[in-house]
């Protein structure tokens, strides 16, 4: 049977659908599997063993289009169910499954503050989209694989994160989605172990601010409200900017104790099995992406009248108050 898996992105949702890959691969018999997804995430799935084949879309959807009709696919498994998978499952013309993406649920949530929404996790949903075929969970959680050459040996770091160091991911798509700085550097404070600070080059700046925090020696110098008393020992190396996500996926790996916001990073820390601590701002667990069959601890401001205040994110609060990340008691212990 050969099977084609539908969804262009992001990091996260992608990492998401690896029980679906996986189960399709092992319990459907000469299951012949292909993907398809954007370029960029790529390297997500390059290291697969259970994708025998990647389309990936660039420029042109209907250059994709071409080359998927000429691999006479049985089956489609759409795991985005937008606008580009629908015009694909409808020029192929073949039988498909299709996500149901919980919009009018979501929607009520975020605008009415009514919870519809069903306690499920969102890989459960995406197998229900192959139960038809009569595959199932085997409960072994996520997959991500890191290909040699871009694992991260540990002569890589600075010799005082050598030993056990904890990983914090202080990116995210959407600024609400991020703590702001002065908390952050609250956070790593309240750590107060090394830290190997982890993201992206559009998190490069905060980084630095963060690293630059924690180096200070002036006491004169002032500081925002709060962060004074801070006794500024945490250790920090900044690797944001500077290693490719399968290399940020093994400094990951390699972390006793993972910190992240709503975002990719978070799902294959949850690949790993890792401790987590999940920071929560406008979007809520509720919506079914919190770190899946993995230890985690939820970080969150409960209780506010504006929140979830979207199901994705904005730039700035709404409110202007942000207390969903200003308001967040970093509650936990690290042994």
């Given amino acids: 049977m050969k099977v084609l898996i539908l969804r262009f992105s992001s990091i996260g949702d992608i990492v998401l659908t690896t029980p679906v890959i996986r189960c399709l691969k092992t319990q459907l018999e000469d299951c012949e599997l292909h993907f398809a997804t954007k370029k960029g995430y790529a ?7 259970y994708i025998d084949s990647l389309h990936l879309l660039e420029d042109s959807l209907d250059q994709l289009i071409g080359q998927l009709k000429k691999e006479k696919f049985d089956y489609i498994i759409d795991l985005h169910n937008n606008l580009r998978t629908r015009i694909i499952k409808l020029r192929l013309g073949i039988k ?4 149901y993406k919980l919009n009018y649920e979501k ?3 975020v605008n009415f503050k009514i ?3 069903p306690n499920i996790h969102i890989v459960d949903r995406y197998l229900d989209t192959v139960a038809p075929l009569g595959v199932k969970n085997d409960d072994k959680g996520l997959d ?3 290909p040699e050459k871009d694992e991260v040996e540990p002569d890589w770091l600075p010799d005082t994160h050598r030993g056990e160091y904890v990983a914090y991911a202080l990116g995210a798509q959407h600024n609400t989605k991020r703590l702001p700085l002065h908390r952050m550097i609250e956070l790593c404070d309240r750590i107060n172990k090394p830290i190997v600070l982890l993201g ?3 998190d490069v700046e905060n ?11 002036e006491s004169g110098e002032q500081y925002e409200e709060g962060l004074a008393e801070l006794n500024k020992k945490t250790l920090i190396y900044n690797a944001c900017g500077k290693f490719n996500l399968n ?6 790996k390699g972390a006793r104790y993972v910190f992240s916001h709503d975002t990719g990073l978070m799902h294959i820390a949850a690949a790993f099995k890792k401790q987590i601590f999940s920071i929560w701002g406008n979007t809520i667990p509720e919506f079914g992406m919190y770190p899946y069959q993995t230890r985690f601890t939820v970080l969150e401001k409960k209780g506010l009248y504006c929140r979830p205040c979207s199901k994705i994110g904005y730039n700035k609060c709404p409110q202007t108050h942000f207390m969903c990340m200003n308001g967040i008691v970093f509650d936990f212990y690290l042994p």
């Fill in 43 to 49: 390297s997500i799935l390059e290291a697969n063993p």
């Fill in 96 to 99: 498909a499954s299709s996500f």
């Fill in 107 to 109: 929607w009520l949530m």
């Fill in 115 to 117: 919870n519809r929404l």
């Fill in 144 to 146: 991500y694989f890191i």
């Fill in 200 to 202: 992206g080059k559009e």
């Fill in 207 to 217: 980084a630095n601010k963060i690293e630059e925090f924690f180096l200070r020696r």
């Fill in 247 to 252: 290399q940020s996926a093994s400094l990951v």
